[in-house]
């Protein structure tokens, strides 16, 4: 009987240190999320009006890095300081678990990629409970309370699509293959589908436009990777594909290249970073579209200044979208060269 007492005392003993071991863990990730003020940049000891969160768990580490910039340079404008939540931390949290940890720490708004995940609606649905706006960015979750979005539209970028692969005039069907992430934030995804569909049909093409989603896992970079590889082994192969981040367009022309697939298929992308510029310059993508993500991150801490500050915001705020095509991406990347040099 003395056996017995004494094994559970130890385990309740145990399971009373786990727990504040745990609890000790989470406070801690807290005030590193809270207190730390390195990530900025004006000096370390500078005093704030304003302290937001800025959560994304994109691939796209370059695309959000200009968001994040943009965001940044016009919160310092407006005596606001944009921390990037998760960013210094050895523990990965997901967006919902970052969003959570946002409340807690009592920010002053949250700027988000979203998405139409149940979870993150509710995450951000709690955030506005506690008085704290939400403006989603780049991606959307339509349902939630997020008082902004700040994007393109999927639709319109789908026509954007359309119109480039109509300049070859086909007169035969096309086989049109966009990739897509296998998430559930698919849904503004198929509005590009939509999109190029529509600009067919416009024309009086709609019966040539045979057109599919390729889902792909975008778990990491090289799951999209090789999902990406896979469309380009054996003899099927479309006559179009279309790529909507700046990872997926670089795994497409890479994969083109290795499999000595360059010229068999038309390749389109997205995002105007140097290397797919310089994809563009070498005809190995025949165009892409850009989006000007600094001005996207400002646009979304100018959201959360004016709700803030009025108590209103508009609930959508447009970027613009532009195409891109080889002798512009020679031309920008040989400014760009120019400006380097002087």
Same mark, same amino acid.
């Given at each position: 009987m003395d056996r017995k007492r004494n094994r559970a005392f130890v385990l309740i003993s145990i399971l009373v240190v786990l727990t504040a071991v745990i609890t000790l863990a989470s406070l801690?990730? +807290?005030?590193?999320? #809270?207190g730390r003020a390195a990530h900025t940049a004006a000096s370390p000891? /500078?005093?704030?009006?304003?302290?937001?969160?800025?959560?994304? #768990?994109? *691939?796209?580490?370059?695309?959000?890095?200009k968001i994040y910039s943009g965001a940044l340079g016009r919160a310092n404008e407006l005596d606001a300081y944009v921390e990037d939540?998760?960013?210094?931390?050895? =523990?990965?949290?997901?967006?919902?678990?970052?969003?959570?940890?946002?409340?807690?720490?009592?920010? !002053?708004?949250?700027?988000?990629?979203? !998405?139409? *995940?149940?979870?993150?609606?509710r995450m951000i649905d709690l955030a506005q409970e506690a008085g704290i706006p939400v403006v989603t960015v780049f991606n !959307?979750?339509? %349902?939630?309370?997020? +008082?902004?979005? +700040?994007?393109?539209?999927?639709?319109?970028?789908?026509?954007?699509?359309?119109?480039?692969?109509?300049?070859?005039?086909?007169? /035969?069907?096309?086989?049109?293959?966009? =990739?897509?992430?296998? !998430?559930?934030g698919a849904g503004g995804q198929n509005l590009v589908i939509s999109g190029i569909y529509d600009e067919f049909a416009d024309r009086g093409l709609g019966d040539n436009c045979n057109i599919e989603g390729v889902y792909v896992?975008?778990?990491?970079?090289?799951?999209?990777? %090789?999902?990406?590889?896979?469309?380009?082994?054996? *003899?099927?192969?479309?006559?179009?594909?279309?790529?909507?981040?700046?990872?997926?367009?670089?795994?497409?022309?890479?994969?083109?290249?290795?499999?000595?697939?360059?010229?068999?298929?038309?390749?389109?992308?997205?995002?105007?970073?140097?290397?797919?510029? %310089?994809?563009?310059?070498?005809?190995l993508l025949e165009a892409t579209i850009s989006v000007d993500a600094s001005k996207m991150g400002a646009s979304a801490v100018e959201a959360l200044d004016e709700y803030i500050n009025t108590g209103h915001v508009t609930n959508y705020i447009a970027q613009d979208t532009e195409v891109i095509r080889g002798l512009e991406a020679r031309t920008i990347l040989a400014l760009e060269e120019q400006e380097e040099g002087t």
């Amino acid at each position: 009987m003395d056996r017995k007492r004494n094994r559970a005392f130890v385990l309740i003993s145990i399971l009373v240190v786990l727990t504040a071991v745990i609890t000790l863990a989470s406070l801690v990730v +807290v005030r590193l999320l #809270t207190g730390r003020a390195a990530h900025t940049a004006a000096s370390p000891g /500078e005093q704030y009006l304003r302290h937001y969160a800025f959560i994304h #768990t994109g *691939s796209d580490d370059g695309l959000w890095d200009k968001i994040y910039s943009g965001a940044l340079g016009r919160a310092n404008e407006l005596d606001a300081y944009v921390e990037d939540f998760g960013a210094s931390l050895t =523990v990965d949290y997901d967006r919902d678990a970052l969003i959570g940890i946002a409340i807690d720490a009592a920010v !002053d708004g949250i700027i988000v990629d979203g !998405d139409s *995940s149940e979870e993150t609606t509710r995450m951000i649905d709690l955030a506005q409970e506690a008085g704290i706006p939400v403006v989603t960015v780049f991606n !959307d979750s339509a %349902e939630s309370d997020r +008082v902004c979005f +700040v994007g393109f539209s999927n639709y319109s970028i789908g026509r954007q699509y359309g119109a480039e692969l109509l300049d070859d005039n086909p007169s /035969e069907a096309v086989r049109i293959c966009v =990739v897509m992430d296998n !998430d559930s934030g698919a849904g503004g995804q198929n509005l590009v589908i939509s999109g190029i569909y529509d600009e067919f049909a416009d024309r009086g093409l709609g019966d040539n436009c045979n057109i599919e989603g390729v889902y792909v896992n975008n778990e990491t970079t090289f799951t999209a990777e %090789e999902d990406i590889r896979d469309i380009f082994i054996g *003899s099927n192969l479309p006559d179009a594909i279309v790529a909507l981040n700046s990872v997926y367009t670089r795994c497409l022309f890479q994969a083109a290249v290795d499999y000595n697939k360059t010229g068999n298929v038309a390749l389109y992308g997205f995002d105007d970073s140097d290397d797919i510029l %310089e994809a563009l310059g070498k005809e190995l993508l025949e165009a892409t579209i850009s989006v000007d993500a600094s001005k996207m991150g400002a646009s979304a801490v100018e959201a959360l200044d004016e709700y803030i500050n009025t108590g209103h915001v508009t609930n959508y705020i447009a970027q613009d979208t532009e195409v891109i095509r080889g002798l512009e991406a020679r031309t920008i990347l040989a400014l760009e060269e120019q400006e380097e040099g002087t």
